[in-house]
């Protein structure tokens, strides 16, 4: 028998990930369009929704190109392209 070990103010079926620099909480939400995974940040209360097609096409760039594009977040500096 496993038993479900739960941290204080924890919520069943969200993830909480977390370090020095950031904090979401990652959970599997039912839409009138589908599955979506909802990625909401703890420190901006913001949140996004992607469903499958999304979240493979994370799986096409490696770690250092999605890196890269958390450089300038918010586009490049002035607005300009």
């Known amino acids: 028998m496993t038993q479900d070990h739960q941290a204080p103010g924890e919520v069943p079926g969200e993830i909480v990930i977390a370090n020095e620099f950031a904090a979401v909480v990652v959970r ?4 009138r369009n589908g599955e979506r ?10 949140s996004v929704r992607l469903d499958a097609i999304a979240l493979e096409a994370l799986t096409w760039s ?8 958390l450089e300038t977040p918010l586009g490049p500096e002035g607005g300009q392209p």
Not at 28 to 31: E, L, P, R, S
Not at 37 to 46: F, N, Q, W
Not at 62 to 69: C, H, K, P
Request: cysteine-free; aromatic content about 0%; hydrophobic content about 35%.
């Open 62 to 69: 490696s770690a250092l190109e999605v890196g890269r594009a």
């Open 28 to 31: 599997k939400v039912t839409t």
């Open 37 to 46: 995974l909802e990625i909401r940040s703890l420190g901006k209360d913001t």
